[in-house]
């Protein structure tokens, strides 16, 4: 079964405006991780945050980490055409040697 | 550095038949995990292994089976395939175990089951 919920499950806005994805999950964890999927092929790693943090950058991206209401949002700025496709965020649990992904968001970019 | 390599890439097979899939890790990772991934069910574990060990199982029936080979390569392997094995299977390799650390996917294999 899945970890937690991605809100919301597709959004769809126009090229250079601000994407927020929100996940939120159910039990304690290690890490918060998001990834990228183009179409149905492999996972791109995006960014990973971990237990003890609150916000990390990297690029146009900004991830928060609230574990206290257990949930994480993801923020792309100034977004791209290049953006669109489904990220999915992924809970890594102390000792259970693997990932556990939400349901994703699709995003699409409209020129 | 190569990435994660999976093969094959697509696979057509009958019910009833078994298949074997394929992952060569990124050279030096001794973590390699197998998800599935359905429109339905979503991003699913299967097992992973570390140094030739399975460490972890997911929720699948025993007809899902995997094994390491001691260069980190893996295989899975579905017997007795049903419609509803028709999937996309992840192959994804990290240096160590898969909830300390970024994981690095594969392609993929598209298995459809006719």
């Known amino acids: 079964s899945q970890q937690g919920e991605e809100d919301p499950q597709a959004l769809s806005i126009q090229e250079g405006e601000n994407a927020t994805m929100n996940c939120s999950y159910k039990?304690?964890?290690?890490?918060l991780q998001w990834y990228r999927q183009n179409s149905g092929r492999g996972l791109v790693h995006l960014i990973l945050?971990?237990?003890?943090?609150r916000e990390k950058h990297s690029g146009r991206l900004r991830v928060t980490l609230d574990t206290s209401k257990k949930s994480s949002s993801l923020l792309i700025t100034a977004s791209r055409a290049a953006d669109t496709a489904s990220y999915f965020c992924?809970?890594?649990?102390?000792?259970?040697?693997?990932?556990?992904f939400g349901q994703g968001t699709r995003l699409t970019i409209n020129p | 550095k190569a990435g994660v390599t999976q093969t094959p890439r697509y696979l057509i097979k009958t019910r009833g038949q078994q298949v074997t899939l394929s992952c060569s890790p990124i050279?030096?990772?001794?973590?390699v995990s197998w998800y599935q991934q359905t429109p339905g069910q979503g991003l699913q574990f299967l097992f992973e292994y570390f140094s030739e060990t399975q460490r972890n199982k997911g929720n699948f029936p025993g007809r899902f089976s995997g094994r390491q080979f001691s260069n980190s390569r893996s295989e899975m392997n579905v017997s007795t395939l049903e419609l509803g094995d028709s999937a996309l299977y992840l192959c994804a390799s990290s240096p160590r175990g898969q909830g300390a650390t970024e994981a690095f996917f594969g392609q993929g294999t598209r298995l459809t089951v006719v």
């Open positions: 945050i971990r237990s003890n943090e």
């Open positions: 050279s030096g990772h001794r973590s």
């Open positions: 992924a809970t890594g649990i102390q000792g259970a040697q693997k990932l556990v």
């Open positions: 039990t304690s964890i290690n890490n």
